[in-house]
């Protein structure tokens, strides 16, 4: 029996679980839809993470991550699209539906916000060429505004849109509930990219009350206060029906479970509360 | 000699010092503007806050604080009503410029943000004809998305100048650099908050990096990543040339220090870094 709709990013088992395992894990449970990280991929060897994926015919919701666009200077920049066009061609490699992108925050010892959103314009336009050529669609995920310092300075889901409209017709975005929940522009952003075809990935997981850790406290789904059910009704009134892909970053807790009792919790809810 | 364009918000000082301690140490250095919290000015006294204030001639660039309109029941939003009355009456009393709205989350148990903005919107349209007879300016403080859930469902400038708007030509907001450097729309918000003559108050400190708490580890001025000569331009462009009122939220630092070294550093960092 195969769990319809439901995409497991590889984040969510880190704290137990490399690749393979990770793979296993779903496959016994009848998940076939997949999105690695790429040092998981690495761990494994780009090949051998590709012959997995495809000798079990595993869908791939997206390879995390490119971006990390601005950097102080030249070098730094340059650096940060070589890295890019190698996440390309592993997205490739991997027949992932998309490559998705946190797209970084301010350089080191800037305070200049548009000028690191200039940063990210440029190294996109840079790497968009690689992109097209190896058929990588690329996902902007815009990341919630408390990341905008230090790992995504693309915040809303109108942000996102505008700057893929600038890109061009065949750029993306991965929609996370974590990071757009709050919008109050939320609905009107995700119906905009419907229409403009540019719905790439649906991630979830929930927002705690508290959240004790700005990056590695996410939810399990259900446990805390996102209208998940919501969110998903607007996301395929859009026109997206993609599996949702559940990414959980959880130092403290689901990190620490074995993966089969985080993967077990993960397919009970999906069927409950999503 | 008067330290010019500087306020204090009492919260800075909340570590080592009430309300006396802290007008004594304001008045030492030459700061003729502060603004108190609700409970520091309970814990002294309305009358003898009150005659502390004008004795000094102090100016109350706010009264910390209304809100937490939402609730999950009749009583529960009828007494958030009557608690916002009686701020309204004690912002009177201070003679403050405003009374500071933290408009409130989610009430326990619910997903619906929508609601919970109806909610705070019904509990403005409740108070408002009690703060016009007590001449007693309400400021929207929109806050960052991180508080989205449990402490204020207005996350931007724009939403609480929309709010504002539907509420009246009266209502304005309060412009804290924490909660809004990184909008993406924030130039043409405060511009427009300017155009409203909505600006009733700019808060100060600064985003730290890593920030280690959501709640209790703001930066000092200077400490962080936040452009604030670049807000205070925008702000002082639009119109607004009051005070810029230092809010430092900080329990594992400044919190630690003797309110003098706080004081202290932050005229030192006011005269060099806003």
């Known amino acids: 029996?195969?769990?319809?709709?439901?995409?497991?990013?590889?984040?969510?088992?880190?704290?137990?679980?490399?690749?393979?395992?990770?793979?296993?894990?779903?496959?016994?449970?009848?998940?076939?839809?997949?999105?690695?990280?790429?040092?998981?991929?690495?761990?494994?060897?780009?090949?051998?993470?590709?012959?997995?994926?495809?000798?079990?015919?595993?869908?791939?919701?997206?390879?995390?991550?490119?971006?990390?666009?601005?950097?102080?200077?030249?070098?730094?920049?340059?650096?940060?699209?070589?890295d890019n066009?190698?996440?390309?061609?592993?997205?490739?490699?991997?027949?992932?539906?998309?490559?998705?992108?946190?797209?970084?925050?301010?350089?080191?010892?800037?305070?200049?916000?548009?000028?690191?959103?200039?940063?990210?314009?440029?190294?996109?336009?840079?790497i968009l060429p690689h992109a097209r050529a190896a058929n990588v669609p690329l996902a902007i995920e815009p990341l919630h505004p408390m990341y905008a310092a230090d790992r995504a300075c693309v915040n809303t889901l109108k942000q996102a849109l505008d700057l893929a409209g600038r890109l061009g017709p065949d750029v993306g975005v991965a929609i996370d509930v974590y990071h757009v929940w709050w919008d109050p522009e939320l609905a009107e952003g995700i119906a905009r990219a419907g229409r403009e075809n540019r719905i790439f990935a649906h991630h979830i997981c929930d927002w705690l009350v508290p959240t004790t850790d700005l990056l590695l406290d996410r939810g399990m789904i259900g446990d805390g206060i996102i209208d998940l059910p919501g969110i998903r009704d607007k996301v395929e009134a859009a026109g997206f029906h993609g599996p949702q892909e559940v990414e959980i970053f959880s130092a403290e807790n689901w990190w620490k479970k074995p993966g089969e009792v985080v993967l077990d919790t993960v397919v009970e809810r999906f069927r409950t509360v999503c």
Do not use: Y
């Open 1 to 82: 029996m195969t769990v319809e709709g439901l995409s497991i990013n590889l984040a969510t088992t880190r704290g137990s679980w490399g690749f393979a395992e990770a793979v296993d894990g779903c496959l016994a449970r009848g998940i076939t839809a997949i999105a690695p990280w790429r040092d998981q991929v690495a761990a494994v060897g780009l090949d051998e993470a590709a012959r997995i994926i495809h000798l079990n015919g595993l869908k791939v919701t997206g390879l995390c991550r490119g971006g990390m666009f601005p950097a102080a200077d030249d070098a730094g920049r340059q650096a940060a699209i070589d």
């Open 85 to 126: 066009l190698r996440a390309i061609d592993e997205a490739a490699a991997l027949g992932a539906d998309c490559l998705i992108f946190v797209v970084g925050g301010l350089p080191k010892g800037s305070r200049d916000i548009a000028a690191a959103r200039q940063m990210v314009e440029d190294g996109f336009n840079s």
